[in-house]
């Protein structure tokens, strides 16, 4: 793998960059595949990464309708934690905190991981009996948790209003240390290097347009690039996976909505943890650059649009001035939308589907960024050894038939 000095780094920009290796390859796609992959975001390439590194299947082409990342993985608000009920969640989403605490050198990549706490607030008595509950369930899962007094939260957060006459008075908070934020981009951009490194084809702009089939498996994938062979097929769209399934020929309960995020201007740096606010629905962190990254519920509405809208950015920037009225001059710099896929149960569906050789990994949801390179094992181990893996066991498809459901609507603290 290519290092490079400060000189050679002083060269390169003299050379007006012209000069850097190319993190993965741009192959042109070949006729035929042991696995294809739909889906260039971060479970897709991670799906790669894993089916390469771990099972030794190389032939693998990941096809992506736009660029690499593109999707939710650059659309978020970047925030990984694993404060789950549910036994079986709480073990995939903290397999992936604990893969996140040691992706840097596992990837050879800064994926920029800061684990600076995700802290949710606790206005009531109500929410504080939760939160003890809540921290005694983590206990039991094997995942740290604590809750925090008024002196605590206050030293953590000094800029908070904690007046007693706030909207919204604050009585503490419940916090997961190990949680934090990392740099969307760069879990893509790890994920992808290190995949192609290990000969995966990654083929960017090439949409998937149907399937041809012999009874009921796919043998090829046609797409914007012509025709693909495969002998197993793994789609990880996120909000698109209806689309696909539709494609394939059968139906998920699946519903698409719209989650938009935000940030302000750079500002010095003020904000030191996660904060959500279960009261007025917003949570907010600062980046390393020092834009306030702001989100909030998601849109009541069905869509496949990317953008913000006006009434949310209303709704966030209130909430937050709400809770921050220091930030009250800051200007909005961006805004936008990912599209989430929510199922009745708000956990995931993964493995197999109706189709005998196409494999799934979708309904995360809004926590299917901290979920990336659990969500990609998960779906490597379906692909190649053609069944679940024992941490996805509980989250197949076919629960939905059996009412064996996974309710883990309340977890992010904003119910979705």
Same mark, same amino acid.
């Given at each position: ?29 070949? =006729?035929?595949?042991? %696995? ?18 771990? *099972? ?123 949680? @934090? ?12 290097? %290190? ?5 995966? &084809? ?22 914007? *690039? ?14 698109h996976s209806s689309v696909i399934a539709d494609m394939a020929g059968f139906r998920l309960p699946v519903t698409s909505h719209c989650l938009q995020a935000m940030v302000s ?12 606010? =279960? ?28 953008? @913000? ?25 961006? *805004?936008?939308?990912?599209?989430? &896929?929510?199922?009745? &149960? ?66 992010? @603290?904003?119910?979705?």
């Amino acid at each position: 793998m290519q290092r490079y000095s400060l000189a050679n780094l002083v060269l390169q920009g003299l050379r007006k960059n012209v000069g850097w290796q190319p993190a993965w390859r741009e192959p042109v796609p070949r =006729p035929s595949y042991d %696995a294809v992959i739909i889906g260039g975001g971060g479970h897709g390439l991670a799906t790669a990464y894993y089916l390469a590194k771990e *099972h030794g299947v190389r032939n693998v082409a990941v096809l992506e309708k736009g660029w690499l990342g593109g999707g939710n993985t650059g659309r978020n608000t970047t925030v990984v934690r694993s404060d789950y009920l549910f036994p079986e969640s709480a073990a995939v989403y903290d397999w992936a905190l604990r893969f996140y605490e040691r992706a840097a050198r596992e990837l050879n990549f800064n994926i920029m991981l800061s684990q600076r706490g995700y802290m949710t607030l606790i206005y009531n008595q109500h929410q504080l009996e939760l939160a003890r509950h809540k921290v005694n369930y983590l206990a039991c899962n094997g995942v740290e948790g604590e809750i925090i007094d008024l002196a605590e939260l206050k030293r953590l957060v000094p800029l908070l209003n904690v007046s007693e006459t706030a909207r919204y008075p604050i009585r503490g908070a419940f916090i997961q240390r190990r949680g @934090g934020t990392i740099r969307h981009d760069a879990v893509a951009w790890g994920f992808a290097r %290190a995949a192609s490194s290990l000969g995966v &084809d990654i083929i960017q702009n090439c949409e998937v347009l149907g399937f041809g089939k012999a009874g009921n498996r796919i043998n090829s994938i046609q797409t914007s *690039h012509g025709s693909i062979g495969c002998d197993v097929v793994g789609m990880a769209v996120a909000g698109h996976s209806s689309v696909i399934a539709d494609m394939a020929g059968f139906r998920l309960p699946v519903t698409s909505h719209c989650l938009q995020a935000m940030v302000s201007e750079p500002i010095r740096p003020v904000l030191g943890t996660m904060v959500s606010s =279960p009261a007025t629905g917003v949570y907010i962190n600062q980046t390393q650059k020092g834009e306030l990254v702001m989100g909030s519920i998601l849109d009541l509405y069905h869509s496949y649009g990317q953008r @913000g809208t006006f009434c949310t950015i209303e709704k966030t920037i209130t909430s937050v001035v709400e809770m921050f009225p220091v930030f009250a001059q800051t200007r909005l710099m961006r *805004h936008w939308a990912g599209i989430v &896929d929510v199922v009745p &149960d708000s956990s995931p569906i993964l493995g197999p589907t109706p189709v005998d050789n196409l494999f799934i990994n979708c309904g995360w949801g809004t926590g299917g960024f901290k979920a990336i390179p659990a969500g990609g094992m998960l779906l490597a181990h379906a692909l190649a050894v053609g069944k679940q893996h024992p941490l996805a066991e509980k989250f197949g498809l076919d629960r939905f038939r059996s009412n064996r459901l996974v309710d883990e609507g309340a977890a992010s @603290g904003i119910a979705h």
